[in-house]
């Protein structure tokens, strides 16, 4: 059991180093973003949606087709990936990177290590579901397109996908100020609640 844990441990650590070499050019990129998503400062969260709110009134006002819509995209990562390596240094000055910088880097990394780790397994725990009970596989898959296809119905597809962006990037400063955790735990008590008094009635 330990030379498992070990095997994993090493090759987590060398799939980490692996990421750190290849986002090395956009190491101050990263820091920074990180730094606005985990809240460091009290008016990051509005700076965030406010960012994406004018991000997607312009895309509301512009109205572009999906195939505009998915040129102009990429052609913007394919800018930024070269641009951000190059001007980067610059703008922040490699000289400033310390070694609590660097540690942080390296955490980053290593959690979007283990999260694409958390995708996978979970893309392989649904293969071997339908593999081993291919009813309920096909009863879970087909319920849950339902029910999104119903959400994407009801709410206009733009506006969701708004509320799905801030989401996700209000996600790290929720979870990194306890908020998740605070309403978390509200919300395991309330269910408590009522099963104790559900467990009452019956008797």
């Excluded at 070694?99 to 995708?119: A, S």
Aim: proline content about 3%; overall charge positive.
């Amino acid at each position: 059991m330990a030379d498992g844990d070990n095997k994993s441990a090493n090759i987590l650590a060398q799939e980490t180093a692996q990421l750190e070499e290849q986002l090395q050019g956009w190491g101050e990129v990263i820091l920074a973003g990180d730094r606005v998503v985990r809240w460091e400062k009290p008016w990051f969260p509005g700076a965030l949606m406010a960012a994406t709110t004018v991000l997607f009134l312009l895309i509301y006002y512009l109205d572009p087709s999906v195939l505009t819509g998915l040129s102009c995209a990429v052609m913007l990562l394919c800018l930024a990936d070269y641009l951000v390596p190059t001007l980067a240094p610059r703008v922040f000055g490699s000289n400033k990177w310390t070694t609590e910088q660097q540690q942080r880097f390296h955490e980053i990394c290593g959690n979007l290590v283990k999260t694409q780790r958390r995708i996978v397994g979970w893309w392989k725990r649904l293969c071997a579901l339908k593999e081993e009970k291919p009813k309920m596989y096909f009863a879970s898959v087909i319920g849950s397109l339902l029910v999104v296809a119903w959400i994407g119905q009801q709410v206009h597809n733009l506006f969701l996908t708004y509320l799905i962006v801030n989401f996700l990037l209000l996600l790290p400063g929720l979870n990194q100020h306890g908020v998740i955790t605070k309403y978390a735990s509200m919300a395991k008590r309330e269910i408590n609640k009522l099963l104790k008094q559900k467990e009452k009635k019956n008797e």
